[in-house]
């Protein structure tokens, strides 16, 4: 497999099924998140409850951040807004402006960042060229 489209986790897990101690234990101190089939489904605007009790569990041990290819900057940030989470939409990943953007704007180093995604050829692409963890949800 290419090393572009190498997984450092495939969880084969639903983001709220992800042990935030396993992530401790690989000093990842930084989360990149994608949105659409990542927290909810493409089709709602509805976050499940799992979901925002495990995000509101993640932002007490880590810097939490979204990052979505979707280009409605209303959608994603409703649901920014909920979860009270800064955002980037309209990404485009796999290309890398927009993800070493927000990665430039947390200030923190790229070997304790992860991106957590449902997509090989955006999110964990993304995240192999920005030379960050990526996990497959």
């Known amino acids: ?5 190498k997984v450092n986790w495939d969880s084969n897990l639903p983001i709220y099924a992800i042990s935030q101690s396993e992530l401790q234990k690989n000093e990842i101190h930084t989360l990149l998140i994608d949105v659409d089939g990542t927290l909810l489904n493409r089709k709602s605007n ?19 951040y979204l990052i979505s290819n979707n280009p409605s900057k209303k959608r994603i940030a409703k649901i920014a807004k ?8 309209n990404a485009s ?7 070493f953007s927000a990665i430039k704007e947390l200030g923190i180093e790229q070997k304790k960042i ?12 993304v995240g192999n060229r920005c030379n960050i963890k990526t996990i497959l949800v």
Do not use: C, Q
């Open 82 to 89: 909920e979860l009270n989470l800064r955002y980037k939409y």
């Open 93 to 99: 990943k796999p290309r890398k402006k927009v993800t």
């Open 114 to 125: 992860a991106i957590i995604g449902d997509r090989i050829f955006t999110d964990i692409i």
């Open 1 to 5: 497999m290419s090393s572009i489209l």
């Open 46 to 64: 509805m976050i499940p409850k799992a979901v925002k009790d495990w995000i509101r569990e993640s932002k007490e041990i880590f810097s939490l």
